[in-house]
């Protein structure tokens, strides 16, 4: 294809042009897959690593390496400049590998350069025989995983496949947020006592914070911090203000940006933008209620966002501040420019590209980095072109 008709076929939300075929090895060794025109910067896109089963989360150790979730339940570090991961981290509990469930998000322990902690969230099957949303945390020691410690057994359990969250993150302070989702269980996400479409809200070592907003009410499971979420899958820690950021799924439109306000009522499934499946009837009582809090953004049709981050300009100073948001449905890295709380604009970057993005993580770097959700999934680095 032409340049010229690459360019007439670019959207009106910016998608971006894809000006180097595939092929090629950037500086590194790894494989350059295309340069893309983007509305600030001109992108080179670089394949280093492929053959990974439905990734899902990523982090970054402080030596170089990457750790990288694959949902059937297999840990595994790449080190810097490998083109394959190291065989599988042994050590983790059972894992409930069915529909969305499976192993997903990954997180260090803020002091990770002296506890060697991983955090991981996954779907486990209870002694009742039904699945829901776990998180456990180990010391990474000589290729495995040891003194395993479950933080976290969701009460939001069922036969579904379906709807388990999962993002991690800490705050500031140190607290470590988890979403959960409803599990397909909508009226669930309003009811306190559930964690179902929940932000959950804990120490590192799995105790309550006392300022948690419910802690303290027989109606309120304390560990809830956010609620009246579908299946929130981003999260972040917007680096000025420190607060926490969130998206999650609406179901045939209706994917919402929030940001968490302690104690907060986001709404589903009785405020939403999501439309039913199949027919497309409205769902709820509307779009807005004064005790629910407006989302930031909304994409109706859905994008089906999955992963995000904040950019902080050190490789590409025209999107400082800027949030990045992994796009599945939309196969796109979508690019948010902000002030502060307030969304400005939309660009879809590398649409059809790569295929169903699931994470987005900014490099030690400053580089950004992607998983494909793909049975042959890969691991990308976006850097200046």
């Not at 150790?61 to 059937?72: A, I």
């Not at 904040?310 to 400082?320: A, E, I, V």
Request: hydrophobic fraction near 40%; charged fraction near 25%.
């Amino acid at each position: 294809m032409k340049r010229r008709e690459l360019l007439r076929g670019m959207s009106a939300l910016g998608a971006a042009a894809v000006l180097a075929p595939r092929g090629g090895r950037a500086a590194s060794g790894a494989r350059t897959v295309a340069v893309v025109a983007s509305e600030r910067h001109r992108l080179r896109v670089v394949e280093l690593v492929r053959g990974l089963e439905r990734p899902w989360g990523l982090a970054f150790l402080p030596d170089g390496r990457m750790l990288v979730s694959e949902r059937p339940g297999r840990p595994r570090l790449i080190a810097p400049g490998a083109h394959r991961p190291e065989p599988p981290l042994a050590g983790l509990p059972p894992i409930w590998a069915r529909g969305q469930g499976g192993l997903l998000d990954v997180a260090l322990d803020p002091d990770f350069g002296a506890n060697r902690r991983i955090y991981f969230s996954y779907s486990a099957l209870g002694p009742d025989g039904l699945a829901g949303t776990r998180v456990a945390r180990a010391v990474l020691a000589e290729g495995a995983l040891r003194e395993l410690e479950v933080i976290f057994v969701s009460n939001a359990r069922n036969t579904s496949a379906l709807q388990f969250g999962s993002r991690l993150a800490f705050d500031r302070a140190g607290h470590l947020y988890i979403t959960v989702g409803d599990r397909r269980q909508r009226e669930l996400a309003q009811d306190l006592r559930s964690h179902a479409g929940k932000v959950v809200r804990l120490w590192p070592d799995g105790r309550v914070p006392q300022d948690n907003p419910f802690v303290g009410r027989d109606d309120a499971a304390p560990e809830v911090f956010t609620y009246g979420h579908r299946n929130p899958q981003g999260l972040a820690r917007e680096p000025e203000s420190g607060e926490m950021w969130l998206h999650e799924h609406g179901p045939q439109g209706g994917d919402e940006v929030n940001v968490l306000i302690p104690g907060a009522n986001y709404g589903w499934p009785v405020i939403t933008y999501g439309r039913e499946y199949g027919t497309g009837e409205p769902i709820g009582e509307g779009t807005r209620r004064p005790d629910v809090v407006d989302p930031l953004k909304v994409w109706t049709p859905s994008i089906a966002p999955s992963g995000m981050a904040f950019c902080d300009g050190r490789l590409f100073p025209g999107w400082r501040g800027d949030l990045l948001v992994g796009a599945l449905r939309a196969q796109s890295l979508v690019r948010l420019p902000r002030e502060g709380r307030r969304i400005l604009g939309e660009e879809r970057l590398l649409a059809g590209l790569l295929g169903r993005i699931r994470d987005v993580r900014l490099g030690p770097e400053g580089a950004i980095y992607l998983l494909t959700d793909r049975q042959d999934g890969g691991l990308y680095r976006i850097e200046p072109a």
